[in-house]
C-alpha cells in the first residue's frame, strides 16, 4: 500500500498477465453492497453445490463398481484358473502376509487403550471392572475396523493402484483385452474381493490382539488385579447380536470401498510413469478418507450416534 500527494491511498496488485498495477484502496475499502454480498453469496453455493455433484457421482460410480464385483462373483463361470491365481495370490499378500503387521500394531494400541485406562482407574482408586463394556464397544465397533483397515490400504490398496497404473501405462491391460482377457473379472474383481475378505479377517485378529495383549501387559505392570477368567467372563457378557450387526457390515463394507478405490484411482492415471507415485498416494487419501467416513455413517445408521455423541 502506498500513499500519493494527492493523499489517495493506492494497492500495489499483481495482474494475471503479470504486470503490477496500482488500484485505489477505496475500491477494497469499501464495504460491499447487498448486491456484491449476494453475487459472493451465490459463487459459494455454486462452488459446494459442484463439489457435493462430483462427490455423488463418484460414490455411485464406486458403488457400481462393487456391485459389478459381486454380481461377476456370483457366476461360477467367473472363476477361471487365472482368476483364482489372482485372487489367491492377492489373498496371500494382504491378509496373511500382513498378520504380523495388524498384530504388532494392534498390541501397541491395545497396550495405549487398555493399559492407560486402567491406570487412570486405579489412579483414582476406581475397579478395572468397570472398564470391560467400554473397551469391548470401543474395540469391536470403532478401534479394530479401522486398524484393519489402514493396515490393508498401507500395505495392498496402494500396491494394488501402482500396480494396475503401471499394466495401464505400459499397455498390459490392451494386450489382455486383444485376447479376450476381461480385465475386470480377471483383475478388478479377486481384488476387491481379496481387500475386502482381508479386513473382515483381520479386524477379528486385531480385536483378540489388543484385548488379549491389553490385559497381559495391565496385569504384569500391577493396574489390572481381576484374573483372566473374570475378565474374559466379563467381555462375553457385554456381547450382543447387536454388536455383530454393526462390526460384520461395517467391516466388509468399508473393507470393498477401500478396494474399489484403488482400483479405479489405478486406472484413472493418464500420462507417464511419473504420474503413478502420485496416483498412488491420491488413491490411498481416497480410500482412509472413504474408510472414516463409512464408519461415521454407519455408526450415524445403527446407534444414532458417533462415538460419545448422539446425533440421530
Not at 78 to 94: D, E, G, I, K, Y
Not at 138 to 153: G, Y
Not at 192 to 218: D, E, K, P, R, W
Request: aromatic share 8%.
Amino acid at each position: 500500500m502506498s500513499i500519493h500527494s494527492d493523499g489517495l491511498a493506492t494497492l500495489v496488485t499483481l495482474r494475471a498477465s503479470g504486470e503490477i498495477c496500482l488500484v485505489p484502496a477505496s475500491r477494497y475499502l469499501t464495504p460491499p453492497n447487498q448486491w456484491q454480498l449476494g453475487r459472493r453469496f451465490a459463487r459459494t453455493t455454486e462452488l459446494i453445490g459442484k463439489r457435493f455433484i462430483e462427490t455423488l457421482k463418484v460414490v455411485i460410480s464406486l458403488l457400481a463398481l462393487i456391485w459389478a464385483v459381486f454380481f461377476i462373483a456370483a457366476s461360477p463361470r467367473s472363476w477361471t484358473p487365472f482368476t483364482r491365481l489372482v485372487f489367491a495370490r492377492q489373498l496371500l499378500f494382504t491378509a496373511v502376509d500382513g498378520l504380523l503387521v495388524a498384530m504388532r500394531i494392534s498390541a501397541a494400541v491395545g497396550v495405549l487403550v487398555i493399559v492407560q485406562t486402567a491406570m487412570w482407574l486405579d489412579a483414582v482408586g476406581a475397579t478395572t471392572e468397570g472398564i470391560t463394556p467400554v473397551l469391548w464397544k470401543a474395540v469391536i465397533h470403532e478401534i479394530a475396523p479401522l486398524i484393519a483397515s489402514l493396515v490393508v490400504i498401507g500395505r495392498s490398496g496402494i500396491a494394488i493402484s501402482t500396480e494396475l497404473a503401471t499394466m495401464l501405462v505400459s499397455g498390459e491391460l490392451e494386450v489382455l483385452e486383444s485376447q479376450g482377457i476381461d480385465p475386470m473379472t480377471t483383475l478388478i474383481m479377486p481384488r476387491v474381493l481379496s481387500v475386502t475378505l482381508s479386513v473382515f479377517c483381520l479386524a477379528i485378529v486385531v480385536a483378540t490382539t489388543m484385548l488379549v495383549t491389553g490385559y497381559m501387559i495391565g496385569w504384569l505392570v500391577g493396574v489390572i488385579h481381576i484374573p483372566w477368567a473374570n475378565f474374559l467372563e466379563k467381555l462375553l457378557y457385554e456381547v450382543n447380536v447387536l454388536d455383530f450387526v454393526f462390526f460384520v457390515p461395517k467391516t466388509i463394507v468399508a473393507g470393498a470401498f477401500a478396494g474399489a478405490i484403488c482400483c479405479a484411482d489405478g486406472l484413472t492415471v493418464r500420462g507417464t510413469m511419473a504420474d503413478i507415485p502420485r496416483i498412488a498416494s491420491r488413491s490411498g487419501i481416497h480410500a482412509m478418507t472413504a474408510v472414516f467416513g463409512v464408519s461415521a455413517i454407519m455408526s450415524i445408521l445403527i446407534y444414532g450416534r458417533i462415538l460419545v455423541f448422539k446425533i440421530l
